[in-house]
């Protein structure tokens, strides 16, 4: 049995494979076609998963996309004529796009994939739901999804049991904890759909001195965690920007220019918005703790890689254990929906559960140093174990910031040790120097540490993995690990297994030995605005681009000094002769 499932149309489009309900392969649009949060149909990302099993279009039995086009088209429609005639330039702007393409998923498929058979649609919500917990470790589970919108859904509430699911309860647009998210993320200057961790990042050097108002004024929020907006502040349900004047006008200052500078104002709304959807996310838990009596918890949806918030859930709600699937937001419902239909729909039982998040490409030796070859870029080759000591050793000793190209690629937003920018956690100066000259992004922005499984109670406050990089804890008194702790005293922190990442494992172990301290800086190998590399090319040029200083590519190792100029001026995969 193989099922393709597609995300596509909205923003961060992903393709993802079964085999006999076990995931194959997964990967981003944004990852091949070097464009950040691809809202194209995945044609390259589902090529890749079927390559990687080894069969064509035609081997398929089910393609499954992840909402129902003509259920959202019918809220998009009814919510125009609702607010008509302000919602006629969003109007003009959008329909002729679903006219044309977003209507047609099944041609648009047979013509992208060359697919004659059959394609089966899930409701987004499903999608999501289906993507937090039948992957999982529980058997049973509550299930709580939250985002911007899917048809008309905009949270959900459901018990999981087995290989089915139920979805109970639900909040319905135009009220949304994650349109609300991103109000603020608009009126704070930051760009919708892609900078919300953004905000989530600025919050602690804020205080949260307008919460009061937005539950007051914008928010009417009930004991259950269930709310009202007030939707005389806000546009995005007739406009093409997320607030209005009358929002403008409640907190007295217009939006911020982006790109201009954060201002104490701008620190405290971000504080003030964070504070309340942790207060919104805290209160439905519990409820549906309340609901389910269940110890387990499986989140997903965009809110859900809010992970100041998953830490409080954990700490400060019954549920004894979360789990949220890396690739939390759309694009993981790509993997969601192609689940729904093998497990709930056909009945099959569960056989996949997801321990670890490496399912995108990978690039042998031999391929990297062909391209190597042909781009004349200087390198050495060294056995596996020297190419880790010898890392660690650049790490510490000459404090390096290296570009780490390992195995596959990550499935979700966050570089696990596969695709990585690493740096000593110890010197502060890394902070900046990371931020500034390499990643070319915001220095307020913290950076995650990657930390060894097994001390990881010894140097943050947890008692539990977090292997996916989605939760925040606080860093220990004592732990002088200044690159990767927020201005609270909290880091989002990653730990590393060796039977997930052998290498990123073994690099770390090294380090500690050598340090004492098992923790490095894992920052995702790109520069602000570009999508996550995929193929030693990507890496070599973000490394030739920025003051990276070392870039090891499997087990090979290259030196900035030792590179020939990087010729901008012209094409560079026609000047290294790259197909």
């Avoid at 000259?437 to 922005?445: A, D, N, P």
């Amino acid at each position: 049995m193989k099922i393709l499932g597609i995300s596509g149309f909205y923003h961060d489009s992903a393709a993802a494979l079964l085999v006999d309900g076990r995931m194959v392969a997964g990967a981003h649009e944004e990852r091949f076609s070097r464009l950040r949060h691809d809202p194209g149909f995945p044609r390259r990302a589902a090529e890749y998963c079927l390559d990687e099993a080894g069969i064509r279009a035609d081997d398929l039995d089910y393609v499954v996309f992840y909402d129902k086009p003509m259920v959202k088209f019918e809220r998009i429609l009814s919510t125009y004529i609702a607010t008509f005639p302000r919602s006629l330039p969003s109007f003009t702007r959008s329909i002729p796009v679903w006219l044309k393409e977003k209507l047609w998923v099944p041609n648009v498929v047979q013509r992208e994939l060359g697919y004659q058979g059959e394609v089966l649609f899930a409701e987004h919500h499903q999608s999501h739901a289906a993507a937090a917990f039948l992957p999982s470790p529980f058997e049973e589970a509550a299930i709580l999804t939250l985002d911007g919108v899917g048809e008309w859904a905009t949270a959900t509430m459901g018990i999981g049991k087995g290989n089915r699911f139920d979805l109970v309860h639900e909040i319905r647009f135009p009220h949304s904890l994650g349109l609300l998210y991103s109000a603020f993320t608009y009126y704070l200057g930051f760009k919708v759909n892609s900078a919300e961790y953004k905000v989530m990042g600025a919050a602690p050097y804020g205080k949260p001195v307008y919460k009061d108002e937005i539950l007051d004024k914008l928010v009417d929020l009930r004991e259950d965690g269930s709310f009202r907006l007030d939707m005389q502040y806000f546009a995005y349900d007739y406009g093409l920007t997320m607030t209005n004047d009358r929002f403008a006008d409640l907190f007295g200052r217009p939006r911020r220019e982006p790109e201009s500078e954060m201002e104490p104002f701008h620190w405290d709304m971000a504080a003030s918005v964070q504070a309340v959807t942790e207060e919104v996310v805290l209160r439905m838990a519990r409820d549906l703790h309340n609901r389910t009596g269940l110890p387990n918890l499986c989140m997903a949806g965009g809110v859900a890689l809010n992970c100041v918030a998953n830490g409080r859930v954990i700490r400060e709600t019954p549920f004894e254990n979360l789990w949220v699937q890396p690739a939390a937001g759309d694009a993981g419902s790509a993997l969601g929906c192609a689940l729904f239909v093998h497990n709930a729909v056909l009945g099959n039982p569960r056989a996949f559960r997801m321990d670890h998040a490496y399912w995108g490409p990978s690039y042998g030796d031999e391929e990297i140093r062909a391209f190597l070859e042909r781009a004349k870029a200087p390198y050495k080759t060294l056995p596996r174990d020297e190419m880790i000591s010898e890392t660690a050793r650049l790490l510490d000793a000459e404090q390096k910031v290296v570009g780490w190209f390992q195995g596959r690629l990550e499935w979700g937003p966050r570089s696990l040790g596969s695709r990585s920018i690493l740096a000593d956690a110890r010197n502060e100066e890394n902070w900046s120097r990371v931020n500034l000259k390499i990643k070319f992004r915001e220095s307020f922005r913290p950076f995650a540490p990657a930390c060894l499984a097994e001390k990881a109670g010894e140097w943050f406050e947890i008692d539990r993995e977090s292997p996916y990089m989605l939760l925040v804890c606080q860093v220990k008194e004592g732990r002088d690990i200044p690159a990767v702790t927020h201005v609270d005293g909290s880091a989002r922190l990653q730990t590393v297994t060796r039977d997930t990442h052998a290498e990123f494992y073994d690099l770390l172990h090294a380090f500690d030995e050598r340090t004492g301290c098992p923790v490095v800086i894992n920052t995702s190998f790109n520069v602000r605005g570009e999508p996550i590399v995929t193929t030693p090319e990507d890496a070599y040029l973000c490394f030739m681009r920025t003051d990276m200083d070392v870039l090891v590519l499997g087990n090979q190792i290259l030196y900035k000094e030792d590179q020939p100029e990087l010729h901008e001026d012209v094409d560079w995969r026609e000047l290294y002769e790259l197909d």
